[in-house]
């Protein structure tokens, strides 16, 4: 059984032009062990897929679908018994760590905190424990550091300190959201080669949002690409990155800076877009969500959510479902024969 399984996980927000749909069934699974990435523009859904994992949508929003860890469905459950699993069972890494953080506690209490909330620690145990997570995560002198506070840190450093809360209590699923946004290079590579290797060390899953497409082909082995909310196309990552069977995985790919010695003489290349614009969500259409800025778009495009289709299993398997796609590629699009014999340099 995976750790982590969703299932036509559905998400609702009122707006001021009425009720709107920001997550539409959106289905995968997950192992212990297992990294899995999210990536896709800002607006698609990656952020609200993974507070509805921890139970920290807002108020109003209405959730259908299902969410279940380790067998445990966590949609409709207590905001108490959800307290007991966060923290503990289930961890994130926010994506802005100087708002994450308390401003007005050290950050060693808030290291700590967990640890006495979940584990039932002493104050003194706590403290000690919590040392070894800052040292653990890269925190030079933790121990004389223990009582600073978060504006005493580098951007950097209070990444790591977010860090090192969410794995206090060794839970079994981590999210990181965009951990390394606003780091630099070098930093970028120390945060996502701890991640590896605490996933490696305590076998947990780990859920890897990004815009970054280098970061996710590095640190992902399962990858969904989502774009107005949906799921357009899933799969291993190397297959995903290979095939690029969406037209709007083409899209990403195609804008991205490419780095290359200019010809003397000739015009700088432009960095192609993908046409139009990202549509509110009260006006995406009622069919693909991305119907109107393909080149392949049809009237039924507009009118006909795309079902999933299998465009390749793993050898010697048969999935039950789609749902649990832990290896098969698959493509919601209902145009996905067209774009694969279209010539390879078409344009999304």
């Not at 192992?31 to 920290?56: F, H, P, V, Y």
């Not at 620690?121 to 223990?146: H, K, N, Y």
Request: glycine fraction near 10%; hydrophobic fraction near 45%.
């Amino acid at each position: 059984m995976p750790l982590l399984e969703v299932s036509d996980l559905t998400i609702h927000l009122p707006t001021r032009r009425g009720l709107v749909q920001a997550v539409r069934k959106v289905s995968f699974a997950l192992e212990r062990g297992a990294t899995l990435g999210l990536i896709g523009e800002s607006g698609c859904g990656k952020s609200l897929t993974a507070l509805a994992l921890m139970g920290l949508l807002p108020e109003q929003a209405q959730v259908g679908g299902s969410i279940r860890l380790d067998g445990q469905e966590l949609l409709g459950l207590s905001e108490r018994r959800l307290c007991a699993l966060r923290g503990n069972r289930l961890a994130m890494v926010f994506q802005e760590p100087m708002t994450a953080l308390n401003p007005v506690h050290s950050i060693g209490r808030q290291v700590a905190e967990p640890l006495r909330l979940h584990l039932g620690l002493g104050r003194r145990a706590a403290q000690a424990r919590a040392v070894e997570l800052l040292e653990r995560v890269g925190i030079a002198q933790a121990a004389r550091r223990f009582g600073e506070y978060p504006h005493q840190f580098s951007g950097g450093q209070r990444q790591r300190i977010t860090i090192a809360m969410a794995l206090a209590c060794g839970p079994e699923l981590l999210i990181a959201d965009e951990p390394t946004t606003a780091l630099d290079v070098t930093v970028q590579q120390q945060i996502l080669g701890l991640l590896q290797e605490l996933v490696a060390e305590h076998s947990m899953a780990l859920v890897l949002i990004s815009h970054d497409l280098g970061v996710i082909a590095q640190n992902a082995e399962q990858l969904l690409v989502m774009y107005g909310g949906s799921v357009v196309e899933s799969g291993m990552t190397e297959t995903v990155f290979a095939r690029r069977a969406h037209p709007y995985t083409r899209g990403l790919f195609a804008a991205r800076p490419q780095m290359h010695v200019p010809v003397a003489g000739a015009a700088p290349a432009r960095l192609p877009t993908i046409a139009g614009t990202v549509p509110e969500l009260a006006d995406l259409p009622a069919g693909c969500p991305f119907a109107g800025r393909c080149g392949f778009t049809t009237e039924a495009c507009f009118a006909q959510v795309p079902g999933p289709r299998l465009l390749q299993a793993p050898a010697g398997s048969a999935p039950a479902s789609l749902a649990s796609w832990r290896q098969p590629h698959v493509v919601r699009c209902l145009r996905d024969e067209a774009i694969r014999a279209d010539a390879p340099g078409a344009k999304p």
